[in-house]
């Protein structure tokens, strides 16, 4: 779909407005730095009264204006708009061409000048520049707020998610202040243990928070080696065997002792890391997780299923947001940053992959990474 810019011509001969309008009207002007095409609404106006009265009825985007004008001049007009901070561009338009005119009307805030008499391409060139430098200036006001609005919604949910850690280790350190449990300090070691967690939770939150940064930044330097992916499922699923034992947690491992890929082994990491250690997590006491990898000649096939507490559709939509945590009964005691699933999203984009998820309440999810490295994929 292309954009539409008005265009007010203001100019008091009849002559160059009905010139000008016959060479804009079907003018377009493409745009590859944003996969876009502009097309031109053309409007006239004969006098300073008119252009005032046209700009009331509606914006415009470009105002062709001629330097000299029945009722006011031209500069006058453009110093006004100046001014005014409105979101336009000038072209001044004069038969009394001059370097000095031309430095006046830049001063006052003229995008571009031109001197008459003009060709309909000169017209149609000075249009299609002043089209793209305002288009791309908008687009990148546009991307400039809304960085602006991420990263302050960015900063307001991380500082509420850690509002509640520092609040219950804040609320345990004065209960052992007061002694309000006892006196022997064995009593205290619940409240200590519950400060040790909180603790971790934000530290994970932190190693969580750094690692996504370092992947949308593009800064983080990639190292490719070949990897191999059963080696680092294991040692994921030693990060959470004592829980896992713990709650008499099943785990299976099903992935061919010689599958590998050419990717950054600290990525993939992430990935199982995130998967596995969730899949504990959001299980059920008794419950079981399997693990899969298949490759072959140009992709990757992760899957990790488990029977834990499964997820609405609604619920599995949101899943792979950032600061996305899924908050009900069955998840509140359950502690976590909602920065571990759009981290994996994110690495496997890199990989030009997809991450997805099935899922039933109750019942437990599915989910399936696919990556298509450009690199080596031995069987």
């Known amino acids: 779909m ?3 810019l008005d265009v007010l011509v203001v100019d008091d001969e009849f002559g160059m407005r009905r010139g000008a309008e016959r060479a804009l009207k079907d003018m377009t002007v493409s745009l590859p730095d944003i ?9 006239t106006a004969a006098t300073g009264k008119e252009l005032e009265e046209k700009l009331q009825e509606k914006p415009t985007d470009i105002l062709i204006l001629d330097h000299i004008l029945p009722d006011m001049a031209g500069l006058d007009i453009l110093e006004r708009l100046t001014k005014s901070s409105i979101d ?9 061409a001059s370097l000095e005119n031309a430095v006046t009307a830049t001063r ?28 791309l200036q908008r687009q990148a006001r546009r991307l400039a707020e809304e960085k602006r609005q991420v990263r302050f919604q960015f900063i307001s949910v991380l ?3 850690l509002k509640a850690p520092i609040a219950a280790i804040e609320g345990y350190i004065q209960m052992m202040r007061e002694r309000s449990v006892g006196d022997k300090l064995a009593d205290y070691d619940r409240i200590l243990d519950r400060c040790i967690l909180r603790i971790e939770g934000m530290r994970k939150m932190i190693a969580d928070l ?5 992947i949308e930044s593009g800064q983080r330097q990639r190292t490719f080696t070949l990897v191999n992916l059963g080696e680092i499922a294991r040692q994921a699923l030693e990060n959470v065997k004592t829980e896992a034992q713990s709650r008499h947690i099943l785990i299976n491992l099903d992935i061919p002792e010689q599958a590998q890929m050419e990717g950054d082994r600290a ?10 250690s969730n899949a504990v997590k959001y299980n059920r006491d008794g419950g079981q997780v399997d693990v899969s990898a298949r490759t072959s000649s140009d992709e990757i096939i992760i899957q990790v299923r488990d029977t834990g507490i499964g997820l609405t ?6 899943l792979f947001s950032d600061f996305c945590r899924i908050k009900n009964e069955k998840t509140r005691h359950i502690l976590g940053s909602g920065l571990g699933l759009s981290t994996v999203k994110k690495i496997v984009n890199l990989y030009h992959g997809d991450i997805t998820v099935e899922s039933q309440p109750d019942v437990g999810s599915t989910f399936t990474v696919v990556l298509r490295p450009t690199g080596k994929v031995v069987q």
């Open 2 to 4: 292309a954009d539409i």
């Open 35 to 43: 996969n876009g095409e502009v097309r031109f609404n053309i409007r």
């Open 88 to 96: 336009l561009l000038v072209i001044m338009i004069t038969a009394y």
């Open 108 to 135: 006052r805030g003229a995008y571009d000048f031109l001197a008459k008499p003009f060709t309909p391409e000169e017209l149609r060139g000075a249009v299609r520049k002043a089209a793209r430098h305002l288009i």
């Open 159 to 161: 500082a509420h998610e």
């Open 210 to 214: 750094l690692d996504l940064t370092a």
């Open 267 to 276: 990525e993939i990491e992430i990935i199982f890391n995130n998967l596995i």
């Open 313 to 318: 559709e609604e619920e599995s939509k949101r």
